[in-house]
């Protein structure tokens, strides 16, 4: 290649390499208030909110400059799945959201509506059940809300809680046959 055009060439590619790097945002370090701002839109209570949350979940890496903690104990010392229930992203969510409002010095401000988007997220997982059941899980969506509304953990729920809703799942399922 004839020198006059390597070094043309060689300073658009670096131009463009630089574009590049400065346009990425792993180029800058995250700000605190981009941060924020990450968190609060993956912790509302919308569904998108929760999309957006669980597409994260599922490639960490891609957010790994931002030190969020994706540490979790599902529903605590509660059942994860009760009565077969899948409620485990759900508090898997609503720990995500305790964690990391709890390490900027924001939960307070914060915790209630954490609170609110953990009921949407069971509530959405409830729909997705036959109607005869519905209501059972429902009721357990409900205590486990106010468990962590009251106490700040699903770890309050106690087995006559799980007990009401399983004889109203049996209750609701032999009606339905009948």
């Not at 998108?48 to 540490?71: H, I, K, L, P, V």
């Not at 059972?136 to 409900?142: I, K």
Request: glycine content about 2%; aromatic content about 12%; hydrophobic content about 40%.
């Amino acid at each position: 290649m004839p020198r006059r055009l390597t070094i043309p060439l060689a300073s658009a590619v670096i131009a463009l390499l630089t574009t590049l790097a400065v346009a990425t945002p792993a180029a800058a370090a995250v700000t605190p208030t981009q941060k924020l701002s990450v968190l609060s839109s993956w912790t509302q209570t919308s569904a998108s909110s929760y999309n957006a949350w669980n597409s994260a979940r599922q490639n960490r890496a891609a957010w790994a400059e931002y030190n969020f903690d994706w540490s979790t104990d599902y529903c605590s010392s509660s059942p994860d799945n009760p009565l077969g229930f899948s409620f485990s992203l759900s508090c898997f969510r609503h720990d995500f959201g305790y964690r990391n409002y709890k390490a900027v010095g924001q939960f307070s401000a914060n915790k209630s509506r954490l609170d609110s988007a953990f009921y949407e997220d069971l509530k959405r997982v409830c729909a997705t059940y036959n109607a005869v059941v519905r209501p059972a899980c429902y009721s357990l969506a409900w205590t486990y809300y106010q468990a962590v509304a009251i106490f700040g953990s699903v770890a309050a729920v106690d087995q006559a809680d799980i007990d009401r809703a399983a004889k109203m799942k049996v209750d609701a399922e032999r009606a339905a046959r009948s």
